[in-house]
């Protein structure tokens, strides 16, 4: 039985010796495979931090830049509406100011032909009475 407790002990001490070196190779491991320390880890936190700070800081002031763009874009579209119903009514008023310069022309044309009627008319009223005349001293 002498033997069985030495290997009994022999045991332990090979589980006490192998989990010493389990210990202490967990952390020459973790070096070797770049697995980090917790110093390590809360330094890199804290420089997140920093920079998920700066990144809210510079998104809230995107969002306000954003902000007074659409309001300038609404002032913008306002202005387009102005100038859009003044195109409106600038056309209308041009179609307006062609049918004026059509009917002036006719008007202008119709009065040329009513001239020339009067011109005529006296020279054709003589002309009238030269002929009732001719036929009333032709008939005595």
């Not at 009994?8 to 202490?24: N, Y």
């Amino acid at each position: 039985m002498n033997q069985g407790k030495k290997c009994t002990t022999i045991s332990k001490i090979a589980a006490v010796i192998i989990l010493s070196m389990f210990a202490v190779g967990c952390t020459t491991i973790a070096r070797w495979m770049k697995v980090p320390s917790q110093e390590y880890v809360d330094e890199r936190f804290s420089q997140l931090e920093g920079q998920f700070g700066e990144v809210t800081s510079e998104t809230g002031q995107i969002r306000q830049e954003i902000n007074q763009v659409q309001e300038e874009v609404g002032q913008i579209r306002g202005s387009v509406d102005e100038v859009s119903a003044t195109a409106d009514k600038l056309e209308e008023l041009l179609v307006s100011f062609q049918e004026t310069m059509r009917t002036t022309d006719e008007l202008s044309r119709l009065a040329g032909v009513l001239e020339e009627r009067l011109n005529d008319l006296p020279k054709e009223t003589i002309r009238q009475l030269v002929d009732i005349l001719q036929a009333y001293l032709g008939t005595n």
